[in-house]
Nanobody, 116 residues
Framework: QVQLVESGGGLVQAGGSLRLSCAAT????????MGWYRQAPGQQRFLVAE???????NYADSVKGRFTISRDNAKNTVYLQMNNLKPEDTAVYYC??????????WGQGTQVTVSS
């Protein structure tokens, strides 16, 4: 059973920074991509950023230039550095892993709240 352990959410003022972490219990060789999604109340979950095994990244337009996704392959961990946070970034952030088998795994979610 694959587990994704997330950490790093919290409350921050607008303009502040947070760093999210997601550690996967899946071996790197079986991971195709890792990413972060977010879901605000009453809204659909959508992609924030993702990174492939070879380091290619993809970002939502709303976070480009402010958020940076990275991964530590030795630790099977993906990070999301969030700078210049805005109130509209407030949401539950979910880690997602896609395996080479085509399976998708989600973390439990971590709350990020940005006050104005």
């Amino acid at each position: 059973q694959v587990q994704l352990v997330e950490s790093g959410g919290g409350l921050v003022q607008a303009g502040g920074s947070l760093r999210l972490s997601c550690a996967a219990t899946m071996r790197l060789v079986y991971i195709r991509a890792m990413g972060w999604y977010r879901q605000a109340p009453g809204q659909q979950r959508f992609l924030v950023a993702e990174i492939s095994t070879d380091g290619r990244t993809n970002y939502a337009d709303s976070v480009k230039g402010r958020f940076t996704i990275s991964r530590d392959n030795a630790k099977n961990t993906v990070y999301l550095q969030m700078n210049n946070l805005k109130p509209e970034d407030t949401a539950v952030y979910y880690c997602k892993v896609v395996s080479t088998f085509g399976t998708t795994h989600w973390g439990q979610g971590t709350q990020v709240t940005v006050s104005s």
